[in-house]
């Protein structure tokens, strides 16, 4: 791929608010479980080889099972994998992310309803669309997959 710009150089301050977003997100009650399914999930989606190599690697440190990384774009047909909690924020996930489809249906937020409270489930948004404008940036960049 060709070198591009750099936004955290030539845009620090953009780029330290998304940061500062993420710092926000990192502290709230979702567990980082959670946090790192819908990352890695959303980057699946959008094709984000630089953040489905940083989350995988971030989720295995955390604790997570390969296996489940390697289901993960297959969940629904292994949900004796995911809770039902996790199910449905995959579900968010992959609505949210795919928004031009019809974002995130009454029924997916009625699951919410019965797995988070409202705040949670803010949360959880914000954690989704925070990770779907890193792989924009990440894409639009071309930011390497490091080692």
């Not at 690697?57 to 994998?81: C, M, V």
Request: charged share 20%; aromatic share 6%; proline share 2%.
């Amino acid at each position: 791929m060709e070198k591009r710009i750099n936004i955290q150089t030539l845009e620090p301050q953009a780029f330290n608010a998304m940061l500062g977003l993420e710092g926000y997100l990192s502290k709230v009650a979702i567990s980082k479980t959670i946090k790192e399914l819908i990352k890695i999930r959303s980057s699946q989606i959008n094709n984000c080889a630089f953040c489905i190599n940083m989350h995988t690697k971030d989720a295995l440190a955390n604790g997570e099972t390969q296996q489940r990384i390697f289901l993960l774009s297959a969940w629904r047909e292994a949900p004796n994998l995911y809770t039902l909690q996790e199910q449905v924020v995959l579900e968010m996930t992959e609505e949210i992310t795919l928004i031009h489809h019809q974002g995130l249906s009454t029924e997916t937020y009625q699951k919410a309803l019965k797995h988070f409270t409202e705040n949670e489930i803010a949360q959880l948004i914000m954690i989704i669309v925070t990770i779907n404008g890193w792989n924009r940036i990440a894409l639009s960049t071309h930011l390497p997959v490091e080692d």
